[in-house]
């Protein structure tokens, strides 16, 4: 979720292949830490949607170093745009999970007209944002252009659910003490980490775009220096949401403020109801 492949060029230089490799290995083990707490824990339970989003990363991320250079390109593209398309499909999901959970009790015409609003906002950002293909090379006639359509789904879903994530999260800082989402509440850290990753993504995407604009390179020297900037730029996003699953790892496995006093309040409160033993 909000994750830029991790596929590693082999065009790069042996130093930027080693920084490829070592964030892959701490963000895939750093998923796996937190599955592990979401489950031991018992909050896959209350957030099944967020857990099933680190799951899909986590499968994306070994796909796509498990597969590249032992499967067919074509396939290979079938099947890692395949996942990129669930993946927006789930993070959409993790949004409505998220701002269920931070304003239960809040009336249904307002959650029409804030998500209504958000959508509008969002899609008018997403419609003027970035060059768009030509319809023509988006025919489904040719599976060149059902590839290109789903690279354009999973892309313009990354930056919608970005764009979302980012509103969301303003409103969940701004009124969520109102309602569901408390400060330190569980709902809060992941809505924080979520717009954090969100507003990487989204930095990243514009920087890239106006390098690619302004970047006109005379020279095989001047070329590699701009694809060097690049992916410092794409390892920076990926450093970014490596802090946001230590985040998630760290809130989550402690106790929302005010559980550990009501487990003793909630067992006390049982075992008054129970009928005394009847006697023999």
């Known amino acids: 979720m909000l994750l830029s492949f991790f596929v590693i060029p082999l065009h790069l230089a042996p130093t930027a292949q080693i920084v490829e490799r070592v964030l892959w290995t701490l963000t895939f083990a750093a998923q796996l830490v937190l599955l592990v707490v979401l489950m031991g824990r018992d909050r896959a339970r209350r957030y099944p949607w967020f857990t099933a989003g680190i799951a899909l990363t986590a499968l994306r991320l070994m796909a796509e170093i498990l597969l590249a250079g032992r499967m067919a390109t074509v396939p290979l593209q079938e099947t890692l745009l395949s996942l990129a398309d669930l993946a927006a499909i789930v993070g959409l999901l993790v949004l409505v999970e998220l701002a269920r959970r931070a304003f239960a009790g809040l009336q249904r015409s307002l959650w029409i007209v804030n998500a209504v609003g958000m959508l509008v906002v969002a899609g008018g950002v997403l419609a003027v944002w970035g060059p768009w293909p030509a319809r023509k090379d988006l025919v489904l006639d040719s599976l060149l252009g059902k590839l290109r359509l789903m690279q354009l789904l999973a892309q313009k879903g990354d930056l919608l659910v970005a764009l979302l994530t980012v509103g969301l999260g303003l409103l969940v800082l701004l009124f969520g003490r109102r309602f569901k989402a408390a400060w330190r509440s569980h709902t809060q850290m992941i809505a924080i980490g979520l717009s954090t990753v969100a507003i990487a993504l989204l930095a990243l995407q ?35 949401y490596l802090c946001a699953l230590l985040w998630w790892i760290v809130w989550l496995w402690r106790d929302e403020p005010g559980a550990a006093t009501a487990a003793p309040v909630l067992a006390a409160s049982a075992q008054e109801e129970e009928p005394p033993p009847a006697c023999e």
Not at 226 to 237: E, K, Q, R
Request: net charge neutral; proline share 3%; glycine share 2%.
């Open 206 to 240: 514009a920087t890239v775009q106006s390098i690619v604009q302004m970047a006109h390179p005379h020279s095989q020297q001047e070329y590699e220096r701009v694809v060097g900037l690049v992916t410092n730029l794409v390892n920076a996003n990926k450093l970014v």
